[in-house]
């Protein structure tokens, strides 16, 4: 499979390269003179293939991680910290600069997302003004659920003002696939709630955070937000044996979520707000309209090479329409258009991953070993950075395609006569996360889907999974997901319930309206924010 060399637009040529030479701690960025790390692309600027350089980062040691650590205990405070401890509305000022200023940067970021991730132009385009909706719609609920808990309640006769806190310092784990969008579904909600944050970002779509450090710095206070750069292991390793985290945010995968949790000596105290992986499944009833199913499947499958969690990464098709939807499924899968980032109406896209067409052809070879065959013309066809999608039949449970979460270009289909057949698999499945539906007889959707939505968290009637809209719950069973993200749910996974409690005494309630009057506690206020 060879891709055609075209000129790259000048709007998204690597003029220079980007050597982040600065990390933030309690407030400064600070100069980096030790050694760096290389950020590459795997998409060609030359006609022989050759990955691109982006530029460098840090590569930071166990040193400046502690120091990170420190800035952000340092602002936490064990809650009596600024951050903390001030009023919602100035929290939200700060949000509100923050994110004004990152509005300014959406070329430069856009530009990177294509180069580092290989994520279309549109789909770059999507993630950045989505990412930028999902912090104003933040900070609308977060304005609502101020303004419904701007009261007493009086039970028993005694009085309670209850609110929500922050619970401390969030070390936040960044994912590569969504390295704006989903990083920021977890900064967010923990900033606006009044924690602390350690952050470090992927390995990959690490420099399209580098235009935002200024911001950051100057919207929060010092050590609300410390950025810092390296190894996973040699970093966060270090940070959780001091037992200083108080909430791991992490998107990515259970077993190295495990594993950094391992680290922590005090796990009783530690929250987790686990974003993982999943093996969402789609079933095609023999009623399905088949154009319907195949689109939605289509591009469940697809969208982004399957690089997402909520992708559909195995199809359940009914025997007696099995045959005419792989034939159909696979002439739409041919003809997908492979290209750069920027070319017009590309559909595929080059892997960032430098090894993951040769595990997606391991896949491949294991499968056809154990009776599955390729089915679409352009399956499994390589090139330097890509595999193109193959579309495997029949697919049965020796195979790895089978229980592993592919997170790539391969869509392995089973059929099946049964119901019980895919439902038995999804409860025996690690993963919970969502599920495809595709039918329209009432009288067999309606105890399916009494079934299903209790293997998995979301049911998509006659649509692919999916994250959004980002005001719905989303979150997963099992290995899928711990806590849930979503507009109004992060908010409440980043933060507890907490009041005063007053009994109902001429003395207590005297005191109680003084501080109303006076307005001198940040906590115990009836203001309604507008």
């Not at 919207?219 to 937000?225: L, R, T």
Request: include cysteine.
């Amino acid at each position: 499979m060879k891709q055609e060399f075209l000129e790259i637009p000048n709007a998204y040529k690597i003029d220079a390269l980007l050597h982040q030479q600065t990390y933030l701690v309690d407030g400064e960025l600070r100069e980096w003179s030790g050694a760096t790390s290389e950020v590459t692309s795997t998409i060609s600027s030359t006609k022989v293939y050759k990955p691109t350089l982006l530029g460098t980062i840090p590569t930071l040691t166990e040193k400046e991680a502690l120091e990170a650590l420190e800035a952000a205990n340092k602002a936490y405070d064990r809650g009596q910290g600024l951050w903390p401890t001030t009023k919602v509305e100035d929290r939200i000022n700060c949000m509100e600069k923050f994110t004004a200023q990152m509005k300014t940067k959406r070329a430069e970021i856009v530009k990177f997302l294509m180069w580092e991730i290989g994520k279309s132009l549109t789909d770059s385009e999507k993630e950045f003004d989505r990412t930028v909706d999902y912090i104003y719609d933040s900070i609308e609920e977060y304005k609502q659920m101020d303004r419904d808990s701007a009261k007493f309640e009086k039970h028993s006769g005694v009085h309670a003002h209850i609110r929500r806190g922050p619970l401390g310092v969030v070390l936040c784990l960044a994912p590569y696939n969504y390295p704006l969008n989903e990083t920021f579904a977890l900064l967010i909600p923990a900033l606006l709630m009044g924690n602390t944050v350690v952050f470090k970002p992927a390995k990959q779509g690490v420099l399209l955070l580098s235009p935002l450090l200024e911001a950051f710095q100057n919207s929060f206070p010092a050590g609300v937000v410390n950025i810092i750069y390296g190894r996973g292991r040699t970093l966060a390793t270090p940070i959780m044996k001091t037992g200083k985290v108080d909430v791991l945010a992490l998107i990515g995968n259970s077993k190295s979520a495990n594993a950094i949790q391992e680290n922590h000596p005090n796990k009783n105290r530690l929250r987790l707000v686990f974003g993982l992986e999943a093996k969402n499944p789609a079933i095609v009833l023999p009623d399905a309209d088949l154009d319907l199913a195949i689109n939605e499947c289509l591009a469940g499958a697809t969208s982004f090479n399957g690089q997402r969690c909520t992708a559909l990464k195995i199809l359940y098709v009914h025997e007696n329409v099995v045959e005419e939807f792989n034939k159909r499924f696979s002439e739409k899968v041919d003809a997908l258009k492979f290209g750069n980032p920027w070319e017009e109406n590309v559909k595929l896209t080059p892997l960032p991953e430098p090894g993951k067409p040769a595990y997606i052809q391991e896949l491949i070879d294991d499968a056809k070993e154990k009776g599955a065959k390729i089915i679409n013309k352009k399956g499994g066809l390589t090139s330097e950075n890509y595999i193109f999608p193959a579309v495997l039949y029949p697919v049965n449970k020796k195979m790895r395609v089978f229980h592993e979460e592919q997170f790539g270009p391969v869509t392995p289909i089973v059929s099946f006569k049964n119901i019980n057949e895919p439902l038995d698999d999804m409860a025996a499945s690690n993963y919970g996360q969502q599920v495809s539906v595709f039918g329209s007889d009432v009288a067999i959707l309606a105890p399916l889907i009494d079934r299903l939505v209790n293997l998995v968290c979301r049911v998509n009637l006659n649509s692919s999974c999916q994250r959004g809209p980002d005001v719905y719950p989303f979150t997963g069973r099992k290995d899928s997901a711990v806590a849930t993200l979503s507009v109004h749910d992060a908010l409440r996974s980043f933060s507890i319930r907490t009041f005063v409690a007053s009994k109902d005494t001429e003395y207590n309630n005297a005191i109680l309206q003084e501080l109303l009057d006076k307005k001198t506690s940040n906590f115990i206020s009836t203001d309604y924010i507008l």
